[in-house]
């Protein structure tokens, strides 16, 4: 079995890529549970309110320069071993603009999350809507929450 100089090279950036994808799919949660630790020790306000209805929904993945980044790096270096002269160059770019779309679509897909929209209406009669990454609480319609809040960002937690 031969293997090329470029094939090797284009073996091993698809290794990083794939390290790199899965290194950030492994980000914080978007969940009712999960905190960042700047959120640690701070003061939240908590309210409670019953749950009026839950739908899944799906979060979108994250969309870094580091999936396209490797795909074009990726994509650079298979384009490198087509042809010769002009059109190994013409390939490389190719194979680059290719790569880095690829990249992309790899990196936002392998880190789309299942999430969930609960309504709940709180005790005061306000009625709101929290969307979040689902962590299998499985809310239901009827059942009494807490929504916690901090600058922005609002959890249901039970």
């Known amino acids: 079995m031969v293997i090329r100089k470029g094939g090797v090279?284009?073996?091993v950036a698809v290794m990083a890529l794939a390290t790199v994808l899965g290194v950030t799919g492994c980000a914080s949660g978007l969940?009712?549970?999960t905190y960042s630790r700047d959120e640690a020790r701070r003061t939240m306000v908590v309210q409670y309110g019953t749950v009026e209805a839950v739908r899944p929904v799906?979060?979108?993945g994250t969309k870094t320069a580091i999936g396209p980044g490797a795909g074009a790096v990726v994509?650079?270096?298979a384009g490198s071993g087509v042809g010769g002269g002009r059109g190994q160059a013409i390939a490389t770019v190719l194979g680059a603009v290719a790569g880095g779309l690829a990249g992309a679509?790899?990196?936002e897909g392998t880190t789309r999350k299942p999430g969930v929209e609960v309504t709940v209406q709180l005790e005061n009669g306000q009625v709101l809507a929290?969307?979040?990454e689902d962590e299998g609480e499985?809310?239901?319609p009827g059942e009494r929450v807490r929504l916690v809040r901090d600058s922005g960002t609002t959890r249901v937690t039970r």
Do not use: H, K, T
Request: hydrophobic share 50%.
């Open 9 to 11: 090279q284009a073996a």
């Open 31 to 33: 969940g009712g549970g």
């Open 58 to 60: 799906q979060l979108e």
């Open 75 to 77: 994509g650079g270096i």
């Open 105 to 107: 679509a790899v990196e």
């Open 130 to 132: 929290v969307v979040q």
């Open 138 to 140: 499985l809310f239901r």
